[in-house]
């Protein structure tokens, strides 16, 4: 799990990271139903979680959402312990059947219809009839300990913690409770020294560093929201494959990348148009791919003598192309980055032996650079994972290695992704699968003969 710094939003401060972490079965292609989008919203009691999930709720109306609350899944209480309901810690981790709800989450993530239990939080019982939950595009799943169970967080696909004032939180939880519910004050307060105030330290608060997003001022900070719901549109805007893994990055479709590889997947398009195409998309995955590098932040004065607030991007690079389809890659990356240094691996064979490395030429200082690694086609990933494998052992950080393609099959991802969660793979379009030759299909055909003209 992914422990560094969190991206906070606020209303002067608004970034929103991605840190996906479910990892599938890497030898095989998704085969199961569209899947819904996970979102898990944890926070103190009382810091505005319910009011965050409605306001996301509103603004994604378009969408087919469902909202799961996790108080849904607390036990029922015994009569023993009923008779001594302020002694029950209802902020602890036990207090939820946490097993009954991964089941309920991972037949939302396969397609299937749900019921989930009726909790009646006045009698501390799970009453009938229970809700009929269908599958949906949005999942929404709600509670101070969402973020608390790693089962539960490796199936969220995006994870938000609100963080709220201690003095605010209990104030509210006062109105919510003794005015609002008739509750004694005195037994509030009890219960929150007891035990809501030490939970949140011991179990919720600790959590807060496993979230992709952390949203200052709960729901009062509706700019944050606002940047959440974008992130959200785009998200599901993506392939299936994008929403599990967060290394890949996948170009925007338009009209001109979609003409682009209409002519360049078309086998009647002449050579000549098919590596002037190919040319043009692999200098748009290779700005893509720049734009992954770490920068630092510079001013410069412009001519009419104001200041600018730029960036300048990491010098230390160079690119790797895969021999032979790789090379096509290599006039792109000059051309972008002036003078940088590439090296080569070329990679053969088939057979019971597998794939093996046959030759290989790299900067010598190549450990101290990030690198571009260049191959045009993921098929497989047999070859790729040699390539990076190699990059690897000459002591290539694995975050370090930006791998583009322009074209990527399913099985080739699950394979290069989910042995290298920290490498980045860029992509111009995710095609639908192998066939049984394991050529990429719908695919473009044999990539180095049609570029460099060496087929029939």
């Not at 959440?228 to 967060?246: A, E, F, M, S, W």
């Not at 992704?417 to 695919?443: H, Q, W, Y």
Request: charged share 25%; hydrophobic share 40%.
């Amino acid at each position: 799990m992914n422990n560094s710094p969190k991206e906070v939003v606020s209303p002067l401060n608004c970034n929103v990271k991605g840190n996906l972490s479910i990892q599938p079965n890497a030898s095989k292609a998704p085969t199961s139903p569209k899947q819904p989008f996970f979102i898990g919203v944890a926070g103190g009691t009382a810091s505005g979680k319910t009011t965050v999930c409605n306001m996301i709720n509103n603004q994604l109306h378009d969408q087919r959402l469902v909202l799961i609350n996790q108080d849904s899944f607390y036990y029922s209480l015994s009569e023993e312990e009923l008779h001594k309901v302020n002694e029950y810690n209802f902020d602890h981790p036990d207090a939820f059947d946490i097993a009954l709800m991964l089941s309920i989450m991972e037949k939302l993530k396969h397609g299937q219809e749900v019921t989930i239990p009726n909790y009646d939080i006045s009698g501390h019982k799970r009453t009938e009839p229970e809700r009929q939950v269908h599958p949906a595009d949005i999942i929404i799943l709600e509670g101070i300990l969402v973020l608390h169970d790693p089962r539960v967080r490796d199936i969220l696909n995006m994870k938000i913690f609100v963080d709220e004032d201690s003095d605010v939180r209990l104030a509210r939880r006062i109105q919510r409770l003794s005015i609002e519910r008739g509750r004694n004050i005195k037994n509030v307060l009890d219960q929150y020294s007891r035990f809501v105030k030490p939970s949140f330290e011991d179990f919720v608060m600790p959590t807060k560093k496993y979230a992709d997003i952390i949203i200052p001022g709960g729901g009062d900070n509706d700019v944050a929201v606002d940047l959440i719901v974008q992130n959200i549109r785009t998200k599901l805007g993506q392939h299936d494959l994008c929403k599990i893994y967060p290394n890949i990055f996948a170009i925007a479709s338009n009209f001109q990348i979609k003409g682009m590889h209409t002519l360049i997947r078309d086998s009647r398009t002449t050579k000549h148009d098919f590596v002037f195409y190919s040319d043009r998309l692999i200098r748009l995955v290779v700005e893509h791919g720049l734009g992954h590098l770490p920068f630092t932040e510079k001013q410069v004065m412009t001519p009419t003598g104001v200041v600018y607030s730029g960036v300048v991007f990491c010098s230390r690079l160079c690119g790797v192309s895969v021999i032979r389809s790789g090379e096509s890659m290599e006039n792109a990356l000059r051309a972008c980055c002036k003078g940088i240094k590439i090296g080569k691996i070329l990679i053969h064979g088939q057979g019971t032996n597998g794939r093996q490395l046959i030759y290989e030429k790299l900067p010598k200082d190549i450990a101290s650079r990030h690198v571009l690694l260049l191959d045009p086609v993921l098929a497989t990933g047999n070859s790729a994972v040699k390539a990076i494998t190699l990059l690897l052992k000459k002591g290539v950080p694995e975050s370090n290695i930006i791998f583009l393609n322009l074209i990527a099959a399913p099985q080739g991802i699950n394979e290069v992704c989910g042995r290298f969660p920290m490498l980045k793979l860029v992509t111009s379009e995710i095609d639908a699968s192998l066939n049984e030759n394991s050529r990429v299909i719908p695919g473009l055909g044999e990539f180095g003969d049609r570029y460099f003209a060496t087929d029939d």
